[in-house]
Nanobody, 123 residues
């Protein structure tokens, strides 16, 4: 059973930082992509970031480029979304997702999802 368990969300002031974790279990290898998505109230879910399991390449959405980074610790089967200089518009529920059969960010079907963790940016 492939599972993703998230942690690290919470309340943070504008300009602050937060690190989200996505721990994977049940995979037979680490050759899978992890995507990060977010959904703000009343808005469609949008892609935030992705890190490939095949070549280590990553993608950062333009809306968060320069502020967010993604990293991967294969020894812990955990992917991290590092969020810096947070803005009010970053408030959303953040999800990680993966495809056990997809190693690339573009190829992944993202059919396995974490439970989501809320991030609230407020002064």
């Amino acid at each position: 059973q492939v599972q993703l368990v998230q942690s690290g969300g919470g309340l943070v002031q504008p300009g602050g930082s937060l690190r989200l974790s996505c721990a994977a279990s049940g995979f037979t290898s680490d050759a899978y992509a992890i995507g990060w998505f977010r959904q703000a109230p009343g808005k469609e879910r949008e892609g935030v970031s992705c890190i490939s399991g095949s070549d280590g390449k990553s993608y950062i959405a333009n809306s968060v480029k320069g502020r967010f980074t993604v990293s991967r610790d294969n020894a812990k089967s955990t992917t991290y979304l590092h969020m810096n200089n947070l803005k009010l518009e970053d408030t959303a529920v953040y999800y990680c997702a993966t495809d056990p059969d997809g190693s690339g960010c573009l190829e992944a079907a993202y059919d396995v999802w974490g439970q989501g963790t809320p991030v609230t940016v407020s002064s």
